[in-house]
Structures are given as C-alpha cells and as structure tokens.
C-alpha cells in the first residue's frame, strides 16, 4: 500500500444532493455512492450537472439541500483544506513561474512540511506519474501531458482520501489523451484511491470507470458499468451518449419474462427489455452499428434498403442505409475491401443477442 493513501481508502455518499444558482437548478435531489477505491464517472452533455457534484464533493460549492458523507463524516459545510480531497483541473492550475518541483511542493509548504519530507513525498511522486529528471524544468516548457502528471503528482502528495479529476485530458490531443486515460487508470488501480471523474467524452468514460453515471438534466439518467450501460441502456438518451446507436420504433407483439417480440417492417425478432413493455405498445429498438450485417444478395431474408451512403473508415467501411423502418447507421468490418456505391440495394441482418429494447 502506498503511502500516498490511508489504509482505507475513503467512501464518498450523496444523500438527496441539490443545488441552485438563482433560478437554475443545476443538480437535483442526487443521491450517490462511492464505493472504496474505485473510479467512478459522472458523463454527461455541458450543463447536466456533473462540474457541479464534483465541486460540491471538493467543497468548492455547497448544496443547497442534502448531505455529503466522506467515510461516513458528514462534510457537507466543510471547508475544502479539511476535507482530505484534491482536484486536478481541466487547466491543470500550474504557477508558470514556478519549477515542476515548485508546483508539487506548493501545498505542502502551506501545510507546512518540513523540507525533508517534502522531498521525500516529491521523490516518490514524480516516480509515480513518470517525471523523474524533469523537476527543476519551468512548467511553462512542458508538454501538455507532461503538465497534466504534474498536476496529478501535486494532487497525490496531499495524501488525499479521494481523487477528483474535472475533465483533465480535455486539452490533449487524441493521440496523447487516449494515452495518458489509460496511466491515470493504472495509477488509480495501483494506488487504490477513491476517485472522481468527470467528462463528456463517453469513449473516457468506457475506458476507465469501474462505474459510469450518466447524468441529464440535473438528475441521473442510469449508473452501471461501462458494458451494462452499452449493452443495457435504461432509456434512448442513454443508449444515444454511451456510443453509438440505431434507435428504430418497433411494434411489440408479445411479452415473454425475459424478453419481447417485437415487429421491425416485415421482420420479427425476440429481444431483452429493460423494462418489461405491453403488447400492442410501441418500443425503441436499440441497434450498435457493428451488430448489422449487410449483403447485396437479394434473395437473402433481411430488412432491405438501399445504400444512403458510404464511407471508407480503414478498419471498416461505414454505411447509412435508408429502409422502411428508418435510416440504420453500420460499420462493416468483414468486407472493408469492397466499398458499396451509393444506391446499392441491400439485405440487413442483425446480431440479435446483441439488441435491446427500451420503452
């Protein structure tokens, strides 16, 4: 166990979190557990809510109604310097005239360490998060990735209890984002640490969360795991955010317990549901793009269409097919060598343990 962290690592509770600006209600009645150790994220569209929690958790906003609870303290009116939690920003808050040394000491001297452990907790920091030799460099000469590992070493020698994170990969090229996603995820499992994270981008959020919470509007839409949410959407706004996704009105025929029966133009399918549906109701059917598959045999049973159009994408080649049942975004990946012209007719078929259903 390092010594960044306690030997229990801390639980964050929301019990019933809301909070006003005025007349805006930003967050709305949010009730949430953090488990230990963990790394959960709050995904959403700008303004859903997600920034707010994460400042209410930091201290930086407090709740106009409801409780937080850090291993069960209430730490609702808390001030920030007492709630052993830390932040690392989307601008990452560097001192452009201070060395990346300078910058991780900074909250240790206010907290008034002595020079020796400084130098011990800045040592065993900058090995952590991979800028050893880089200390007296001025932050202001930094890579973008760099400066993020700075940010986080300076987070981490506050020996916090829990780790919030507000977008921090957001200034990062693709390339380097997707990189440094997959060493905050390590650190975090390496470490044990409670942590927090927020961001819009759902493919972030598939990559590094034990739990995603998918807010909306001020309240949770769904919490799961990155594959319940993908696999399992609890209705189309979730089922549109986490990926990509067909969401074709169906006719439900009949209802089974486990899954319905469901009527797509002049196809029948059996599917799961979130919620167990009437029949006669009408029902989104959630179809992913690389659960399609398309032929060009006419003969062939399938949803026919015609190809809307097409696009070369290197591992697969993408589709928008226009049928009676609406327009079907796809990605071929078997037959990438041969690209379809525009207005080919075509058979689709589904990978059918793979729909779902939501009403």
């Not at 306690?6 to 953090?34: C, H, M, P, Y």
Request: neutral net charge.
């Amino acid at each position: 166990m390092s010594k960044f962290t306690d030997t229990k690592t801390a639980e964050v509770k929301l019990e019933q979190i809301t909070k006003r600006f005025g007349k805006v209600t930003a967050v709305n009645a949010v009730s949430l557990e953090i488990p230990h150790g963990k790394l959960i994220t709050l995904l959403g569209p700008s303004g859903c809510g997600k920034t707010t929690i994460l400042r209410m958790i930091a201290g930086l906003e407090i709740p106009t109604a409801g409780h937080i609870y850090l291993g069960g303290e209430d730490i609702t009116h808390l001030p920030p310097n007492e709630r052993k939690i830390t932040m690392v920003f989307q601008s990452y808050a560097l001192f452009p005239h201070m060395n990346v040394y300078e910058n991780i000491a900074y909250g240790l001297r206010v907290m008034r360490w002595s020079e020796e452990n400084i130098r011990a907790a800045i040592e065993e920091a900058v090995r952590m998060v991979g800028l050893k030799g880089l200390t007296q460099r001025a932050s202001n000469e930094l890579s973008g990735g760099q400066q993020q590992r700075v940010a986080v070493a300076r987070a981490l020698v506050l020996k916090p209890k829990v780790l919030l994170f507000d977008e921090p990969l957001s200034n990062l090229d693709a390339k380097l984002r997707k990189h440094m996603r997959g060493e905050i995820r390590n650190l975090q499992r390496d470490l044990g640490i409670t942590s927090v994270y927020v961001t819009h981008d759902q493919s972030e959020a598939l990559a590094i969360s034990d739990q995603i919470v998918v807010m909306d509007n001020a309240v949770i839409s769904q919490l799961g795991t990155p594959k319940e949410l993908y696999t399992r959407p609890a209705n189309p706004f979730v089922a549109d955010f986490i990926g990509e996704a067909n969401l074709l009105d169906v006719e439900v025929l009949d209802v089974e317990e486990q899954a319905a029966r469901v009527r797509v133009d002049a196809i029948e399918v059996v599917v799961p549901y979130y919620r167990p549906p009437r029949p006669g109701e009408q029902a989104k059917l959630v179809i992913r793009p690389e659960d399609i598959r398309i032929s060009t045999n006419e003969q062939k049973q399938g949803l026919k269409g015609v190809v809307k159009f097409a696009q070369y994408q290197g591992a697969s080649n993408d589709y928008i097919i226009e049928t009676a049942a609406g327009e079907l975004s796809m990605n071929d990946y078997e037959a990438k060598e041969m690209l379809l012209d525009r207005g080919t007719p075509v058979s689709l078929t589904f990978r059918n343990d793979h729909l779902f259903l939501i009403c």
